[in-house]
């Protein structure tokens, strides 16, 4: 007698081979970038209690961030092109430990250029937050606005989308404040400023950094 749900057995297998392979990929993409970040910062105590900047390769390439804020006890765990659920995968190791009291985040860029919906990033911003505050629960939260990335222009028109749903959840959410660079990053005809990127035309160069140290810099007070 033919097995009536032999195919569907099948294919929940298959759902669930693929989301294991899919989850072992994830992991593998970064983990030696994240273990040396772990070695990197393998002095807990002297980091402890200070402030972490995290998420992707734009805070990662602020090579400058420690002697721009020189008064302040800075962790940057920035790492590869990562999107906000390989931040969550890495969350213990590069920010849960260092227990701090602010987190500087930019993450988001990535995965509205992957197609991701602004809800799911918005569900992962909520997840990370969740996590932190559940172990701390007066850590601060920064988002970083999305930048406006000329070779991504295209996509503005989520990433805009993005940035003022982090507006107004800042506004109406102790703990969390949205800074934006978006703006300042902008020319006179609403365009992104050329000036401000690499060859590349989307990271950024000293020039985009100015902005975005300024921006920040009233938070670290």
Known sequence: MKN??????????????????NLQAQENRFAGEVAALVVKYADLPTYRGGIVFTGSSSIRLWKTLEKDFPKSKIVNT?????????????????????????????VGENDINAGKPVRQVLSEYAVLMERVSTKF???????????????????????MALNEEVR?????????????????MLDKSGSPNEELFVEDRLHMNSKGYKIWKKAVKEHLR
Do not use: C, H
């Open 4 to 21: 009536p749900f032999g195919s569907k057995i099948l294919l929940l297998v298959f759902f669930f081979t693929s989301s294991l392979q």
């Open 78 to 106: 920035g790492f590869g092109g990562s999107q906000t659920d390989d931040l969550l995968l890495y969350l213990d190791e590069l920010v849960i430990n260092f227990e701090p009291k602010k987190i500087f985040i930019y």
């Open 137 to 159: 629960s007066e850590t601060e939260f920064y988002f970083i606005g999305i930048k406006p990335s000329p070779s991504r222009w295209e996509k503005r028109g989520q990433m």
């Open 168 to 184: 107004m959840l800042a506004q109406n959410k102790e703990k969390v404040t949205y800074i934006d660079v978006w703006t300042p």
